[in-house]
């Protein structure tokens, strides 16, 4: 990942924080990484703990951020929640995987929350 791409997607993480925080979200991990697989945002609110992927791009000629989050990703997503909660989540919450869009704009970023984008199988 080039050093632009890679500036460009901790922005976005960050936007995306700063979104979760003004919808009364308790960010309690960001870049969560086990060996095989990471979190970008590890939220929660009240009984619900998210684990969302945020996806940034400049533009969308080339599809949808939310597109790029293929199956493989998406069960990478999975190992490194399951490691999460038995590491560090008490067992009496819901549990989301969530995606994240953002998009700079002339005057800030758009962000799209994707509830429930994935599902264990």
Known sequence: MGNETHRLGRTGEAQAALYLKKKQY??????FRTRLAEVDIIAK?????????????????????KESVTLAKQQKIIRAAKIYLQK??????????????VVPEKKG???????????VE
């Open 26 to 31: 308790t960010i309690l991990e960001t870049n």
């Open 45 to 65: 609110k009240a009984d619900t703990l998210c684990f969302i992927e945020v996806k940034t791009r400049r533009k969308t000629t080339r599809g949808l951020a």
């Open 88 to 101: 560090k989540a008490p067992m009496d919450y819901r549990i989301r995987f969530d995606v994240i869009e």
């Open 109 to 119: 970023f758009h962000i799209n929350m994707i509830k429930n984008a994935f599902q």
